[in-house]
């Protein structure tokens, strides 16, 4: 699992979906939002807006840090297949809209990331 940013309402059930699993899911979120989490998740590096593997089920998938809503705001790309042509699927989970002007030049750079 890949949490896209350390808001409740988008990790706040990860124990609960974890459960059915088991403890070796994974789940991944951006090190600037981990503070304070406590359900045993998997760091995505922050401090950089490179590109990483992570791995969930024998897949490898892809997060991008993102800083826009959240300072560990990630996006994923997940591998698909379509009419047998290899494509990444874009995973975004939230936008927000800026409150000012630190935020908006966050958003923007976020957006030109995606
Ligand atoms: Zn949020």
Do not use: W
Request: with cysteine; charged share 15%; glycine share 14%.
């Amino acid at each position: 699992m890949l949490i896209s940013h350390g808001h409740g309402d988008h990790d706040g059930g990860a124990d609960a979906l974890r459960a059915p699993f088991g403890p070796s899911l994974p789940i991944y979120i951006g090190s600037g939002d981990a503070a304070g989490k406590t359900c045993g998740l998997k760091l995505v590096n922050t401090e950089t807006t490179d590109i990483q593997e992570a791995s969930i089920g024998g897949t490898t998938i892809y997060a991008q840090p993102t800083p826009e809503h959240t300072s560990g705001n990630l996006v994923g790309f997940v591998p698909v297949e379509t009419e047998g042509e290899r494509q990444l699927l874009l995973l975004k989970g939230h936008s927000a809209v800026p409150r000012n002007l630190e935020t908006a030049l966050q958003y923007l750079a976020g957006t030109e990331l995606q």
